[in-house]
Each structure stands twice: as structure tokens, then as C-alpha cells.
Nanobody
Framework: QEELVESGGGLVQAGGSLRLSCVTSGRAFSEQAMVWFRQAPGKDREFVAGISGSGGSIYYTDPVKGRFTISRDNAKNTVYLQMHSLKPEDTAVYYC?????????????WGQGTQVTVSS
């Protein structure tokens, strides 16, 4: 079972920043697209950002465009999500996944996630 370990969450005031990390095990990380999802209380899990294996293709959900940046370090098997100008509506548990799909239903295994709480 490939492991996914998210970290970097915390409590931040609106307008603040956080940097999330996701370390994954498994082979051929540099060939694997990675995506970030989030799940707010009482809501469905939703796509946030994705990046291709090389980093050459990046895509975001509209609410985070211009505020969040996804990146990766293939030497460290790690994908990052830099979040700026955080809003209370960004409060959620954030998860990473190995893959390119923006549909959370296509993934079977989930890590523990990392909690992001943005206070107003």
C-alpha cells in the first residue's frame, strides 16, 4: 500500500499563509501526477489543485486560483501546497493523492489529512 502523509496544517487568521506538504512512498514518483483535495465540515471532498509528474502541467479549482500554488520536489517524493490570503472558507482537512483525476471517488485509499483552520 502506497503511503500518503500530509502535514503543515494549523490555525491561522484570515489573510495568513500556510504551506502543506505531502510525502508519499512508492516507485516512480516523478512519473505520477499528484493532486490535493479538501473536505470542509459537512461538505463533500473537493478537488483543490493538481500537478503533473514533471511539474509542467498545473491546474486549480477556481476558488483558489491566484492564492494557492502547487509544486513538487521529485527528489524528496514530496508535493507542496502553498496557500496565501487564506479565507475562513478554506477551513478543511486537506488530503493529497497520487493521480490526475479531480474526482475524489476515483481514489480508494486516503491518508490522515492535515487540518487547516482559518479564523475570521
Amino acid at each position: 500500500q502506497e503511503e500518503l502523509v500530509e502535514s503543515g496544517g494549523g490555525l491561522v487568521q484570515a489573510g495568513g499563509s500556510l504551506r502543506l506538504s505531502c510525502v508519499t512512498s512508492g516507485r516512480a514518483f516523478s512519473e505520477q501526477a499528484m493532486v490535493w483535495f479538501r473536505q470542509a465540515p459537512g461538505k463533500d471532498r473537493e478537488f483543490v489543485a493538481g500537478i503533473s509528474g514533471s511539474g509542467g502541467s498545473i491546474y486549480y479549482t477556481d476558488p483558489v486560483k491566484g492564492r494557492f500554488t502547487i509544486s513538487r520536489d521529485n527528489a524528496k517524493n514530496t508535493v507542496y501546497l502553498q496557500m496565501h490570503s487564506l479565507k475562513p472558507e478554506d477551513t478543511a482537512v486537506y488530503y493529497c493523492q497520487r493521480g490526475a483525476s479531480v474526482d475524489p471517488a476515483e481514489y480508494d485509499y486516503w491518508g490522515q489529512g492535515t487540518q487547516v483552520t482559518v479564523s475570521s
